[in-house]
């Protein structure tokens, strides 16, 4: 009975660890080394998923042990008589409750131990300028430095016999659920500013911009929204034309530029419709521009600048992915 109880002990230990349930920081501190968390984080309420491995335990029935169950990609798992239960999004707790009363059927009070084996259902992406480039497991809580240390830092290069890092800290950005994260990479990584390192959530993406790129993208409510070269007479009106016209939704009568860094964007706004009629010169574009075509009425830039850096987090991830990955399948 005390092997017993000294083993349980020892596993809800590991269950607690991994939870997080340690002991937080009083409320608005900030630590030197991050950002404060976000109230929602997983550390505070770890879940299970699709790809964690779990082990499972009967109390006092050592022989029904079942080690390393992985957690099917539909979120379900099985033991014993408890068939496909669904566990993805459950706490530890919530799913040891949810096997348990798979059980009741075919055992009295049931006592189900369940104990995370390896963490797979936690993942990142971090792609651009970094050395290691792909999606990456959360095994423990990082923040964002740790996150690019971890790839292997920032890519360098030789300009003029000098080694130069190849990364634009300006247009690089964190996206989290298709929303574009307020993180300022110069001041972070330049500056030290420890309350721009923000801990990394599931499922974030984390993107590394070019700095010897010659590039703006077109976004928005074209034919083929994306990246396009820059060339010498690059204006809106021939970008727009270059990506295949406006679609049937598009908002034509004022387009949106945005120039320079994330954090402190530039913005101009063009009357598309004025200088199709030759009222207003056309607007001549530098490397990195963004212009955005939007497919609702707006009035000023600020109105429509968030949705356009959102969008353009979008492309640049997928124009990224498709100039870098090769395809699975090889050409006929």
């Known amino acids: 009975m005390k092997r017993h109880i000294a083993k349980l002990l020892l596993l809800i230990g590991c269950v607690l660890e991994l939870q997080g349930l340690e002991a937080a ?18 550390r505070a309420r770890y879940e299970l998923g699709p790809g964690d491995v779990i082990n499972f335990s009967l109390f006092g029935r050592p022989e029904l042990d079942r ?29 040891r409750l949810a096997i348990e009363k798979g059980l009741s059927s075919n055992f009295r009070s049931p006592r189900v131990i369940i104990t995370p084996q390896e963490v797979g259902s936690k993942r990142f992406t971090i792609l651009g300028k970094v050395i290691n480039k792909g999606v990456v497991t959360l095994e423990r809580p990082i923040t964002l430095v740790e996150a690019i240390a971890n790839a292997g830092g920032i890519e360098t290069g030789l300009f003029e016999r000098n080694t130069i890092e190849l990364a634009d800290l300006d247009r690089s950005f964190v996206s ?14 330049n500056e030290g ?37 820059l060339t010498a007479d690059a204006t809106v009106v021939s970008a727009i034309s270059r990506r295949g016209g406006l679609t049937d939704r598009a908002w034509s009568d004022r387009v949106l530029v945005v120039r320079g860094s994330f954090t402190k964007p530039e913005t101009f706004v063009v009357s598309l419709k004025n200088v199709l009629a030759a009222k207003e010169k056309d607007f001549k574009l530098q490397p990195k521009d963004i212009v955005f075509i939007s497919e609702r009425p707006w ?6 600048l968030k949705l356009a850096l959102s969008a353009f987090a979008t492309s640049a991830s997928s124009t990224w992915v498709n100039l870098n990955v090769p395809p699975i399948l090889p050409a006929p």
Do not use: C, H
């Not at 030197?32 to 968390?37: E, L, Q, R, T, W």
């Not at 390192?197 to 929204?225: K, L, M, Q, R």
């Open 299 to 304: 009035v000023v830039a600020e109105d429509i």
């Open 193 to 229: 500013d420890m309350k721009q390192n923000i801990e990394i959530e599931p499922n974030d993406f984390i993107f590394i911009a070019s700095t010897i790129t010659n590039d703006y993208y077109v976004i928005g409510a074209v034919v083929n929204p994306g990246v396009q070269g």
């Open 67 to 95: 080690p390393g169950f992985r957690i099917a990609p539909d979120g379900t798992i099985s033991y014993l008589q408890a068939q496909n239960i669904n566990v993805a999004g459950l706490t530890i707790d919530e799913a």
């Open 25 to 42: 920081p009083p409320s608005g501190t900030t630590p030197d080394n991050k950002a404060p968390s976000s109230p929602t984080s997983w």
């Open 176 to 189: 989290r659920k298709g929303q574009q994260l307020p993180v300022d990479f110069r001041k972070l990584l």
